[in-house]
Structure formats: C-alpha cells, structure tokens
C-alpha cells in the first residue's frame, strides 16, 4: 500500500503543476493544493504503519496434527505468533471422533470458544493411536476452521486447514535417540535429587505420606487441578512442581484441596491418563502448567 500511496502523491503533484502551467491556477494555489494533498498521503501512510505494526504483533492460530514417539496422535492447537488470541472458537467438517469414539466438539476446548491462547500456548487432544488407526471410527479427512480475534477489537482472523490422517496409515514412528532422551533424563536425576532432599528433613514415620509420588516405572505422577470459580481452567502440572506439591497446592501444604473454588485429580501415571482427566472436567482452558511443563 505504501507504493500506491506514493504513486498517488506523485500522479497528483504532476497534475497540479500542469493545471498551473496551463493557467487554471496560479502557482501559489497549485501549491496549496499540493500542500494538502501531501498531508493526506502522509495520513495514509501513519495509518499504514499503523495496520504494518498490528500485522507483525497478531496473533497466528495452527490446528495440525502431532505424533509422539510411543505413536499416538494428538490434534494440535498452537498459537504461534506474537500476540494474544482472543474469543477463539472452531468448525469442523465432518466432526472427527477421538480416541474413546466421542465426536471431538462434545469434549474439551473443540465445542467451545476459548477465551485467550496467549503466544507460544500449545493445547494437544488425543486422537488414536496410531497401530489402530485403520480400524479407528470416524472420518480420517476433515476440515478445520478456526476463527478468532487479536487485542484489536476490529482485527478478526480465520484460518483454514485440511487434515488427512490417512497419510499416516502404517507409518512407524523412529524412537527418540540417545540425544533426544537426555533432556528427561536430566530432569530425571533432579527429581530423583528432590526426593532425597526431602528424605533428609523429614522424619521416618512421615516417609510414607509425604514423599513425592512416582510412578512404578519411576517416572513422575501427574495431578489435574480443577477451578471452576475464579477462572474455568483444568491445569496438568507435574507432582513436584512447586503449585502442585503431590496434590496439596500452595494454599494449605498439609491437605488436599478439594473444597468449593478447586479440585486436584490424581495421581496418574502418564501425561495421557492427565489430559484425558482433564478433558473430562469440561473446562474450556485444558493445558499444561506453563512452569512445569508437563509432557
């Protein structure tokens, strides 16, 4: 747009000398006339800036799909631009069936309008897994249509996208390598380190209640923590992060919240026997805690 605005400017100054130079005005006037044509082009130009700044800072909403290694199939939600989603909210055509055989927009955030997907934020819904995939109900094409708006209230956005999990039919996942695995590993050993840390200050007859809970495979736990009152959110936190703490939260260490305002789920073993718990609450924000970063 700039270019045309320029182009205008220039068109507008070549007419306004010739209409001078033909005596239709005199120079002065031309000048006046050209003075405020500048001013208007220099209106249109803070307006584009203006409309360039918005475009850069929008938000960017993707629905695709993501298999894991252990070759299950999630639908994907990211919002990978650089500002805030607002009022988000999806079509689907036909409506695909989850993992459990539940049409998609009867469970979790898919049916309902999602008030804000701030940048970065990735939200997962699992699908099926994928050696069962071919006998799966339900289509294997559909269309997405996501529909949302940034911080302007006059900038609303729809993107389009076409899934086919046909293509993944007989696809063999690689497993992660020895690299890939070193990351958990790492967190592992600081997990395994906190454990031992609390041994040291707490006392033998304490062991059996407020140890952190790890799975048998000696992995993590995971907990859902449920508000239904100050915001409508199901959160996915790792046992150990310090808002979780086994299950107790921050307010009261001593017990587990289960009053009027919250609720925790769990322990649960995997990060999936957690998202479905927290699909399940009916909560328009599911998501992992953003400190912990369950996974």
Sequence with gaps: ????VLAVVLLLLVLTVGVAALGHFTLVEAASLFAVVSAFGA???AL????DSIERGRPVVVVDVEITGSQLIHLRLRNIGRGLARRVSFAFDPVPLDYQGRQITTVGIWGKRIPVLGPGEEIRHLL?????????EGPKRFEVTAQYRGVSRWSPYSEHFEVDLEQYLGMTVPRKTLDEHLPEIVKALRSLNDVATVLQRIELHHLSTDLPEI???GRQTYYVYENWTAEDKAIIHFSDCGSCNDGRGIHDPGRKIDGKHGKWHGPFHTYEEALEAATRTGREDVRGCKVCRPH
């Design 128 to 136: 099926a897994h994928g050696p069962r995939l071919r006998d799966a």
């Design 43 to 45: 209106m249109l130009t």
């Design 1 to 4: 747009m700039m270019g045309w």
């Design 48 to 51: 584009q800036m203006r409309l």
């Design 215 to 217: 799975s048998a495979a």
